[in-house]
């Protein structure tokens, strides 16, 4: 019998490994570097507010979750998945198309069209790759799989961070090096989907309804008829807005609370997901191989206590005049900085222990037949929770102007009182709801 830390390395596992693997390392160079030009001022934005652009970013970004998940988790439900996957490469590289031509001619809004565009190609992507784990996997290597895909994405965030925000700053204005970057990346992504086993097809059937309102709705009412599989959804959802939430203002809280370069940027949300990478690896280590909840309680508990310890790590930050500080700085002038890094590490360690084993009961608990649909049920829900995010963020900051360090305490209150309600209700149903993976 197959180990289960053995499974990165067989073929019905490392290809899509290696797509999704490519395709978050797409999406975050050039969300990063989006997220760069507009707070660095390497593209002209008409005098807009940066945080009210950063956040429109990410609202457009997830828009498309909203819109299409619904049709996506049909088709991803009805078709050949190793074709669907291949197809949707394809689409990402004459994305990244578009989006070298936005950043040719420094153009914002053809680049924020682009973003759209990947946050669609996202959309059609995400019930694909998470429907698919419980078919090329053994139950019990549920767990490790969901893990290593969250510690894979986790080091494509932070190599997509590194490297987008590294491209902006060597290039000094000379944006072809970034078109480069993902047109280059969006390429390899296609070739490792290449090799991505044939998947069985047992919806063939199914009539696909291009009404997006219509199905999104349908699809909402089917997962709420799974009480288990609807909590679960929330508990992923409130993770996103979290999450959403804090790193959205990584560019802003460096810039003008640390007051730190583009660089540092890189640094904090490369502590960040190296966090999550820990946290998912850690999660499986510690929680076993079975499906359960063990270790969400402890992640809700993080995320609450270290969001409060980065605020208040933040208040202690000097103010400062003249030049922005670097990397290099950031170890030199004091504990508060060490204080900050620390914080946003636990954070990214708590996120993994929270969010691993919910995905893995997403796929558990969701029958065969519609566990595409449950998951664009859950991208749905995602795209609400962001959205509202990214509303909460713009109302917060830009409206009432409140300092970013209250944004960070009121959300970790939120996501108290949102884990001990979430907990309370899960932990019974868990308990007598049955495990659909064999049907």
């Known amino acids: 019998m197959e ?25 975050n160079v050039f969300k990063q570097s989006l997220l760069l030009v507009i707070t660095y001022g390497w593209i002209q934005h008409q005098s807009a507010h940066i945080s009210t652009l ?35 490469k394809i689409l990402e590289i004459v994305i990244m198309l578009i989006a070298s031509i936005g950043f040719l001619l420094g153009n914002l809004w053809i680049l924020l069209f682009a973003l759209f565009l990947m946050g669609t190609h996202s959309t059609f992507f995400g019930p694909i790759k998470y429907a698919i784990l419980p078919d090329i996997l053994k139950p019990n290597e549920l767990m490790s799989g969901n893990a290593l895909f969250q510690s894979g994405t986790s080091i494509a965030i932070l190599i997509g ?34 090799f991505i086993l044939k998947q069985p097809t047992t919806n063939l059937d199914l009539d696909i309804d291009w009404n997006f309102f219509r ?19 929330l508990g992923n959802s409130w993770y996103w807005f979290y999450g959403a939430t804090y790193l959205t203002q990584i560019p802003q809280l460096t810039q003008q609370n640390l007051h730190a370069n583009e660089n540092v940027v890189s640094l904090l949300l490369t502590f960040f997901s190296v966090g999550i990478g820990v946290g998912s690896l850690l999660c499986r280590k510690i929680g076993g191989a079975a499906v359960n909840i063990k270790m969400v309680p402890i992640g809700a508990i993080g995320l609450t206590v270290f969001a409060l310890y980065l605020a208040a790590s933040l208040a202690f930050i000097p103010t400062r005049t003249g030049n922005l500080i670097g990397i290099s700085d950031m170890f030199h002038l004091g504990m508060a900085y060490y204080h900050v890094m620390l914080a946003v590490t636990l954070l990214g360690i708590s996120g993994g222990f929270y969010i691993v084993p919910l995905y893995a009961m997403m796929q558990a608990y969701a029958p065969k037949s519609h566990r595409a649909r449950v ?19 713009i109302i917060i900051l830009s409206i009432f102007k409140i300092d970013i360090k209250i944004l960070f305490c009121i959300t970790a209150i939120f996501s108290a009182i949102f884990s001990i309600w979430l907990l309370l209700r899960l932990k019974p149903l868990a308990a007598s ?3 659909f993976l064999e049907d």
């Not at 000094?172 to 280059?184: A, E, F």
């Not at 199905?215 to 959804?233: E, G, H, N, R, W």
């Not at 664009?376 to 963020?393: D, E, K, P, Y």
């Open 215 to 233: 199905t999104s709705f349908q699809t909402i009412q089917y997962a709420k008829s799974l009480p288990l599989v609807f909590l679960i959804l």
């Open 375 to 393: 998951v664009a049920a859950n991208n749905i829900f995602n795209a609400i929770f962001m959205v509202c995010s990214a509303v909460f963020s």
């Open 3 to 27: 180990k289960n830390e053995h499974i990165l390395g067989t073929r019905r596992f490392l290809p899509m490994f290696l797509t999704q693997f490519f395709g978050a390392l797409n999406d």
């Open 433 to 435: 709801t049955p495990i």
């Open 161 to 194: 961070m590194i490297l987008g925000g590294a491209v902006i700053s060597s290039s000094q204005g000379n944006l072809i090096w970034i078109s480069l970057t993902v047109t280059l990346i969006a390429v390899i992504g296609y070739i490792c989907s290449r």
């Open 54 to 88: 950063n956040n429109l970013a990410a609202l457009l970004f997830i828009l498309p979750y909203f819109i299409f998940s619904a049709t996506a988790g049909q088709i991803a439900d009805k078709y050949e998945r190793s074709f669907l996957v291949r197809s949707i």
